[in-house]
């Protein structure tokens, strides 16, 4: 407002120097140069002078008209940018820093965001089509052993011994349930992409969430000698949230961390409540670092440290974008931080949440 008021107060006194500088050139032309003394008497006196300092006035507006016009051009444009690189940051704090971006500068930043951005959509694309032809082989294969191992079974007058009846019914068993995985994560992803699905938002308690998650693991913890723990500070955190879709993101990554954590001895689930009305979630381990190269796209669609084919641990690689999805969607943030050490998958979020309408 106070900048407006200033701007408007120096085109007033552009305008004011302006009409003085056409009085005095009017002068100058009348009563100097034509040796012309004022009276009202006369056509050459005051009237005339009037007259010839309102066209030199009105010469001025006639050729600052082009320039006025281009300058609002030029302000429409800047303006046009700064709302575009504004959208392209996305971030207050950079916004803010938009403001005082010169013209020039500031089109050069938002051609880089373009061109970013379209390095972005090729290296996505790219990536996404070799995990879709990677998927396609994964629900290919587990479907071809399934008809295999179940024809042999079902096939009239077939041979088969009946231990090796079991032991195909439970592979196609296996076999199927590799599916599934593969099946949901697709569902669950396609569904994070949709802005018509809602939260279902109700308050519970972190601790028992945690217990019930890691009581699914705790066979496949013991044989593999890792130790399942929580902690949270305070005991009870009571907060807000789709206890489901949080759930599926512990799921994830304690499944994550007993895939890839080859090695490790313990997978912990922490909680802190903090004093800006946020939780603090930490999913460690500590198994294998993470490569440094790898940690800044850990969370992208389609992407894998690890891109082996192999059954034991070839993902879909939307596991930790499903993971990162259902975080935005609760207005948190989440971080990988690893070293030789530990692995921490490190998330914030509100403790309470604004339900959404149906």
Not at 139 to 164: C, F, H, M, Q, W
Not at 197 to 226: C, P, R, W
Not at 322 to 328: A, R, T
């Amino acid at each position: 407002m106070i900048k407006t008021i200033t701007l408007r107060f120096l085109a007033l006194v552009k305008v004011l120097l302006e009409l003085a500088f056409s009085a005095a050139v009017a002068w100058v032309l009348l009563f100097d140069w034509l040796k012309v003394r004022p009276t009202w008497s006369v056509w050459t006196g005051w009237p005339s002078f009037c007259f010839l300092t309102g066209g030199i006035f009105f010469l001025f507006l006639l050729l600052k008209i082009p320039g006025y016009r281009k300058g609002r051009t030029l302000k429409k444009l800047t303006n046009d940018l700064r709302g575009i690189r504004k959208n392209q940051l996305g971030d207050k704090k950079a916004s803010k820093q938009v403001k005082k971006t010169k013209p020039v500068a500031l089109l050069d930043d938002v051609l880089n965001g373009y061109q970013e951005r379209e390095r972005t959509y090729q290296k996505e694309a790219a990536s996404k089509e070799e995990m879709m032809t990677n998927i396609s082989h994964d629900l290919r294969t587990p479907l071809t052993a399934i008809i295999g191992y179940l024809g042999l079974v079902a096939t009239p007058n077939s041979i088969v011994k009946e231990g090796d009846q079991q032991k195909y019914i439970e592979t196609a068993y296996h076999k199927a349930n590799q599916m599934k995985v593969l099946v949901e994560d697709l569902f669950e992803f396609a569904k994070l992409q949709s802005s018509q699905v809602n939260l279902n938002i109700t308050d519970f308690s972190l601790g028992d969430l945690f217990e019930q998650v890691l009581a699914n693991y705790a066979m496949e913890a013991k044989d593999k000698q890792i130790q399942l723990t929580t902690q949270l500070a305070p005991k009870l955190i009571v907060m807000a949230g789709d206890s489901e879709k949080l759930a599926r993101v512990l799921i994830n990554l304690v499944e994550n961390g007993l895939k890839y954590g080859a090695g490790a001895s313990f997978i912990k689930l922490t909680a802190q409540e903090k004093d800006d009305g946020q939780v603090e979630i930490r999913v460690i381990n500590d198994g294998p670092a993470i490569p440094k190269e790898a940690q800044e796209q850990l969370f992208d669609r389609f992407y894998r440290v690890e891109s082996s084919r192999n059954a034991k641990t070839g993902g879909t690689g939307l596991g930790l974008s499903i993971v990162k999805g259902v975080i935005d969607q609760h207005k948190g943030e989440i971080h990988v931080e690893s070293n030789d050490e530990l692995t921490a998958f490190i998330m914030t979020l509100p403790k309470k949440q604004r339900k959404e309408a149906d």
